[in-house]
Nanobody
């Protein structure tokens, strides 16, 4: 059974850091592109970052470029999102996502990130 489980969210002050984790089970994540998305209250879900399963190349939305870093630990079957210099506008529920599996596309349950003083 395919599962994606996010963790690492919480409350942090502006300028602070958090590291989100996305633990995968039921498939080997290094064969697939894994994405991080976020959804703020009243807004549509938006793509934040993605890491390629084929060559490890990465993508970042302009709003997080230079502040967020996506990485992958194949031994732990886990993808990380290191978030630095956090801003109030980064407040959202963060989700990881995979598609292209024989079972289709899958979302995690999400983890809340709140940036506030």
């Amino acid at each position: 059974q395919v599962q994606l489980v996010e963790s690492g969210g919480g409350l942090v002050q502006p300028g602070g850091s958090l590291r989100l984790s996305c633990a995968a089970s039921g498939f080997t994540l290094d064969y697939y592109n894994i994405g991080w998305f976020r959804q703020a209250p009243g807004k549509e879900r938006e793509g934040v970052s993605c890491i390629s399963g084929s060559d490890g190349s990465t993508y970042y939305a302009d709003s997080v470029k230079g502040r967020f870093t996506i990485s992958r630990d194949n031994a732990k079957n886990t993808v990380y999102l290191q978030m630095n210099s956090l801003k109030p506008e980064d407040t959202a529920v963060y989700y990881c996502y995979v598609r292209g599996l024989p079972s289709g596309a899958h979302w995690g349950q999400g983890t809340q990130v709140t940036v506030s003083s």
